[in-house]
Structures are given as structure tokens and as C-alpha cells.
């Protein structure tokens, strides 16, 4: 009996020599560069090493979630490294190859960004997302991203609902300081910051934290029910979390757009009210307010809101150019009050009041796009203006913006 005890014993023992010996080959191998020899030997030696105790199976596992990281089969990887995470033996080791993989899943994930794979994009930044969750939280905001990006919506609002539990807001702060005898601000880490304020080669020290993302959650997760035909659910959305910051001018927008999606433009009309009520210097807010309002029908108000969005922002083309084609509107109904007359004495007569109340109409556009022709040389103010003064019988005006299109610089301030 002792015989038969010693002999199983030392087949156990050269057994598990064995395992050890092969594996260690194996990781020199990998640490040697050949990834494809050391799989190789796993491979061959794999009916000896899954059977491995637990002395040797951890490590065995390891390797195996290298060289699946290196052959980027990351959901091994990451299956292999999570079997693997409270082992006592390998905690740091696989920490650090967690860390690794994350870094390596994102990196592809953005490749597929950029392909336009977003599903497999959004599967892999979510998977980066839960190799740490506190951490990684911004890979979760990405993946939601991209599972809309491939219209997966019931996988988006997942992601979104997600965000919004763990109460995300994507805030960075920013740290800047100015080289003392420079005057460009440049970004530094807090480290650098703190340093660079002890030293008088730096000055204008700022902080700055970006914009939450959270009213863009709400936005999405309502602008997704919003398309998945639940309004209902969008609204509520909505006003759950306005209900929480009801003064938030980022959330009373995603409102005001998400009744522009339903097309209730009177509601957008309301809420773009309340939003120039809390940023009444937001020339951007005074111009969707004013495309909305003519589409409405009240030509006086967009007008005003027009005018007011270029006094604040004077370089908004799109409000110089809207604010001519809505002054233009009023010719359609002279046009048609002209071509309505007769030939009589006193139809003549109205014509020619007629026509001096469309010269009129055109010559209000004229000083709106000399206006903006020298804010930025904008093509279509000189093709509208070129017109204009065909319409006019200005000749030299109509040559002069003639001869500016046909060059196609727009490099001489419209004098």
C-alpha cells in the first residue's frame, strides 16, 4: 500500500512538474515578443494545463488573457481577467492588465467609430465602461452615443438610463495659466497649476468647468421615445428633469426642440420665452425664436427677433440673410396685387404705387446686405444684392456685385 501511495504521489508530482514547465516556457515565449509561439505551446499542452491545480491554473489563465488581448479577442480578455480578479497571487498583475485592456478596447472601439461600425464601437466602450464603472463612466456616455448612432435605441435609452442613475454629468474641470510674458492662456493639469502659482513666470490664473451633459441625456433619452413613437414618455422625460432644475436653460431648450419635434411650435414659441428670460443676451435664442415666429405667421415679431439676435451677435449671417428673405415675403403679395390690375387709367395708377412700394421693399434689403458683405464677404448676400439692383435698374451696382461672383475672390470690402 505504501508502494502504490509513493508511486501515486510521484506521478502527481511529475504531473505537475510538467504543468510548470510548460507554462513557464510558454511565458518566456510571450515575454520574448513570439505571442504566436507561446499560443502554440498553450495550445498543445492545453489538455495537461486546464487541468492544472490552483497554483498553476491562475497563471495559466493569465497568459491566456494576454495573448487574447494581444490577438484583440476582447471579450476573452476581459472574461479571462474577471475569473481572474481575486486571486491574491495576481490582484495587481491583473489590475494593470485591466487597465491595459480598457485603454486597448477603447482604442478599437474608436476605429470602429470611425468606420462607421458603431454596434461593435458601442459593445466595446461599454465593455470598457464595466472594467471600472467610476472610473470609466465617460465610455458609458460614448457607447450610448454610438448605440444611437446605429439607431439600436432599446440599447441606447439602456446606457442613457444608465448615465442618469449613477447622476453623470461629464463635467471637467480646466485649469489655465498664462506664461508672464506672453499673452495666449494654456491648459495645464491641477498638478502644474498648483506649481505654476508659486512661480512669477506665470500669470491669470483661471479655472473653468465644462458644460454638465446631463440636459443632453435627458434630450436623447426623450428624443428617442420621441422616435420610437411615445411621446408621452418623451414629454415626461423631460419634465421630470426640468422639474429638479425648472430654471436649467440648457433643460428648458431640450424641451423647447423636443416640441419643435412634435411640431407644436406654439409650446417651442413659449419655451424659447422663458429661455431669453434667463439669458436675455443670447442672440442664438432670439434667432430660433424668430424662425419659429414666421413660421407662424407673425412677420412684425420674427422681424424684431431677427434684428435683436444681429444686435447682440452682429456676426450671425444666417439672421442678416433670413431678415432680407423675410422682408422679401411682403413682394409676393405686391406682385400679386399688380398682376390682379387692369389697363384702365386708374389701374395704371395703382400699378406705378405699387411698383414704387416694391422698389421700396427691395431697398429696405439693401443696407441689411451691405451689412453683411463687409462682416464676411457672404456669396449669397452678393448674389441677393446683385439682383436687387437689377430689379432697381441700378446698373453699376448689379455690375459690380456681377463681377464680384464671376472672380469668385469676395477679397475687396463692398464700398
Same mark, same amino acid.
Given at each position: 500500500?505504501?508502494?502504490?501511495?509513493?508511486?501515486?504521489?510521484?506521478? @502527481?508530482?511529475?504531473?505537475?512538474?510538467?504543468?510548470?514547465?510548460?507554462?513557464?516556457?510558454?511565458?518566456?515565449?510571450?515575454?520574448?515578443?513570439?505571442?504566436?509561439?507561446?499560443?502554440?505551446?498553450?495550445?498543445?499542452?492545453?489538455?495537461?494545463?486546464?487541468?492544472?491545480?490552483?497554483?498553476?491554473?491562475?497563471?495559466?489563465?493569465?497568459?491566456?488573457?494576454?495573448?487574447?488581448?494581444?490577438?484583440?479577442?476582447?471579450?476573452?480578455?476581459?472574461?479571462?481577467?474577471?475569473?481572474?480578479?481575486?486571486?491574491?497571487?495576481?490582484?495587481?498583475?491583473?489590475?494593470?492588465? %485591466?487597465?491595459?485592456?480598457?485603454?486597448?478596447?477603447?482604442?478599437?472601439?474608436?476605429?470602429?467609430?470611425?468606420?462607421?461600425?458603431?454596434?461593435?464601437?458601442?459593445?466595446?466602450?461599454?465593455?470598457?465602461?464595466?472594467?471600472?464603472?467610476?472610473?470609466?463612466?465617460?465610455?458609458?456616455?460614448?457607447?450610448?452615443?454610438?448605440?444611437?448612432?446605429?439607431?439600436?435605441?432599446?440599447?441606447?435609452?439602456?446606457?442613457?438610463?444608465?448615465?442618469?442613475? @449613477?447622476?453623470?454629468?461629464?463635467?471637467?474641470?480646466?485649469?489655465?495659466?498664462?506664461?508672464?510674458?506672453?499673452?495666449?492662456?494654456?491648459?495645464?493639469?491641477?498638478?502644474?497649476?498648483?506649481?505654476?502659482?508659486?512661480?512669477?513666470?506665470?500669470?491669470?490664473?483661471?479655472?473653468?468647468?465644462?458644460?454638465?451633459?446631463?440636459?443632453?441625456?435627458?434630450?436623447?433619452?426623450?428624443?428617442?421615445?420621441?422616435?420610437?413613437?411615445?411621446?408621452?414618455?418623451?414629454?415626461?422625460?423631460?419634465?421630470?428633469?426640468?422639474?429638479?432644475?425648472?430654471?436649467?436653460?440648457?433643460?428648458?431648450?431640450?424641451?423647447?426642440?423636443?416640441?419643435?419635434?412634435?411640431?407644436?411650435?406654439?409650446?417651442?414659441?413659449?419655451? %424659447?420665452?422663458?429661455?431669453?428670460?434667463?439669458?436675455?443676451?443670447?442672440?442664438?435664442?432670439?434667432?430660433?425664436?424668430?424662425?419659429?415666429?414666421?413660421?407662424?405667421?407673425?412677420?412684425?415679431?420674427?422681424?424684431?427677433?431677427?434684428? #435683436?439676435?444681429?444686435?447682440?451677435?452682429?456676426?450671425?449671417?444666417?439672421?442678416?440673410?433670413?431678415?432680407?428673405?423675410?422682408?422679401?415675403?411682403?413682394?409676393?403679395?405686391?406682385?400679386?396685387? %399688380?398682376?390682379?390690375?387692369?389697363?384702365?387709367?386708374?389701374?395704371?395708377?395703382?400699378?406705378?404705387?405699387? #411698383?414704387?412700394?416694391?422698389?421700396?421693399?427691395?431697398?429696405?434689403?439693401?443696407?441689411?446686405?451691405?451689412?453683411?458683405?463687409?462682416?464676411?464677404?457672404?456669396?449669397?448676400?452678393?448674389?441677393?444684392? %446683385?439682383?436687387?439692383?437689377?430689379?432697381?435698374?441700378?446698373?453699376?451696382?448689379?455690375?459690380?456685385?456681377?463681377?464680384?461672383?464671376?472672380?469668385?475672390?469676395?477679397?475687396?470690402?463692398? #464700398?
Amino acid at each position: 500500500m505504501k508502494k502504490i501511495t509513493l508511486l501515486l504521489f510521484l506521478l @502527481i508530482f511529475n504531473f505537475s512538474f510538467s504543468q510548470k514547465k510548460e507554462l513557464r516556457k510558454a511565458q518566456k515565449l510571450y515575454e520574448a515578443g513570439d505571442i504566436t509561439g507561446a499560443e502554440k505551446l498553450l495550445t498543445d499542452f492545453k489538455s495537461v494545463l486546464e487541468t492544472a491545480d490552483q497554483k498553476v491554473k491562475p497563471s495559466y489563465d493569465f497568459l491566456r488573457a494576454k495573448i487574447a488581448q494581444h490577438n484583440e479577442d476582447y471579450t476573452q480578455a476581459y472574461d479571462l481577467l474577471l475569473s481572474l480578479k481575486d486571486i491574491s497571487s495576481l490582484k495587481n498583475d491583473v489590475a494593470n492588465q %485591466m487597465n491595459l485592456l480598457s485603454s486597448a478596447i477603447v482604442n478599437s472601439a474608436i476605429d470602429d467609430n470611425e468606420k462607421g461600425d458603431f454596434k461593435n464601437s458601442a459593445r466595446k466602450l461599454y465593455m470598457a465602461y464595466t472594467i471600472d464603472p467610476e472610473a470609466n463612466a465617460d465610455y458609458l456616455y460614448f457607447a450610448a452615443s454610438s448605440a444611437v448612432n446605429n439607431s439600436d435605441y432599446d440599447v441606447a435609452l439602456e446606457y442613457y438610463f444608465k448615465l442618469k442613475s @449613477i447622476g453623470y454629468t461629464g463635467v471637467v474641470t480646466k485649469y489655465f495659466v498664462t506664461e508672464a510674458d506672453k499673452d495666449t492662456p494654456i491648459e495645464v493639469s491641477e498638478t502644474e497649476y498648483n506649481l505654476y502659482k508659486k512661480s512669477k513666470d506665470y500669470k491669470d490664473f483661471k479655472i473653468e468647468k465644462t458644460e454638465s451633459k446631463f440636459p443632453e441625456i435627458v434630450k436623447n433619452i426623450a428624443l428617442i421615445y420621441a422616435q420610437q413613437g411615445d411621446n408621452e414618455k418623451a414629454i415626461e422625460a423631460v419634465k421630470e428633469a426640468r422639474s429638479a432644475n425648472p430654471n436649467d436653460i440648457n433643460l428648458i431648450l431640450t424641451e423647447a426642440n423636443l416640441y419643435i419635434q412634435l411640431d407644436d411650435k406654439e409650446k417651442f414659441k413659449t419655451l %424659447m420665452n422663458e429661455a431669453i428670460a434667463h439669458d436675455p443676451e443670447n442672440g442664438s435664442l432670439y434667432y430660433n425664436l424668430a424662425v419659429v415666429t414666421a413660421d407662424l405667421g407673425d412677420k412684425a415679431a420674427a422681424r424684431s427677433y431677427y434684428e #435683436k439676435a444681429i444686435e447682440i451677435d452682429p456676426s450671425s449671417e444666417n439672421s442678416y440673410l433670413n431678415l432680407v428673405a423675410l422682408i422679401l415675403e411682403g413682394e409676393t403679395e405686391i406682385v400679386d396685387k %399688380m398682376n390682379s390690375l387692369g389697363n384702365s387709367r386708374a389701374d395704371n395708377a395703382k400699378y406705378d404705387a405699387y #411698383k414704387i412700394e416694391r422698389e421700396e421693399v427691395y431697398k429696405e434689403c439693401v443696407p441689411i446686405l451691405e451689412k453683411l458683405i463687409n462682416l464676411n464677404k457672404n456669396e449669397d448676400a452678393f448674389k441677393t444684392l %446683385m439682383n436687387i439692383y437689377g430689379t432697381l435698374g441700378d446698373t453699376d451696382g448689379f455690375k459690380k456685385m456681377k463681377a464680384l461672383l464671376e472672380v469668385n475672390t469676395f477679397l475687396y470690402p463692398y #464700398k
